[in-house]
């Protein structure tokens, strides 16, 4: 059974780096050929996918965040980590690390990040 954790400040200030870790447990991120993406829901509005990394570390980006978005891995650590750049409060919501990435399997229990002064 996977399990995916989130990590990180529930408070970032406008003009700041959100960055946010998740910690796999139960599978390893470089098992041929999974993907794991983030996925955030801002309040009262659908989901949406920001980026994945892959099993073998290559990364893609939705190309609305593509320019704030990064997304990097500590195998060692079996954790994937995103940062997104710049933030406003357009960008608070419930942020989801999961497996997959046009198909989703597993889901971490999410994270809310609030951006304000």
């Known amino acids: 059974q996977v399990q995916l954790q989130e990590s990180g400040p529930g408070l970032v200030k406008p003009s700041q780096t959100l960055s946010l870790t998740c910690t796999v447990s139960?599978?390893?991120?470089?098992?041929?050929?999974?993907?794991w993406s983030w996925i955030r829901q801002p309040p009262g509005k659908g989901l949406e996918w920001m980026g994945a990394?892959?099993?073998?570390?290559?990364?893609s980006y939705s190309p609305s965040l593509l320019s704030r978005t990064s997304i990097s891995r500590d195998t060692s650590k079996n954790q994937f980590t995103l940062q997104l750049s710049s933030v406003t409060p357009e960008d608070t919501a419930v942020y989801y690390c999961?497996?997959?990435?046009?198909?989703?399997?597993?889901w971490g229990q999410g994270t809310q990040v609030t951006v304000s002064s």
């Open positions: 139960g599978g390893s991120i470089t098992t041929n050929y999974y993907y």
């Open positions: 990394i892959g099993y073998n570390g290559s990364t």
């Open positions: 999961t497996r997959g990435r046009s198909t989703i399997d597993y």
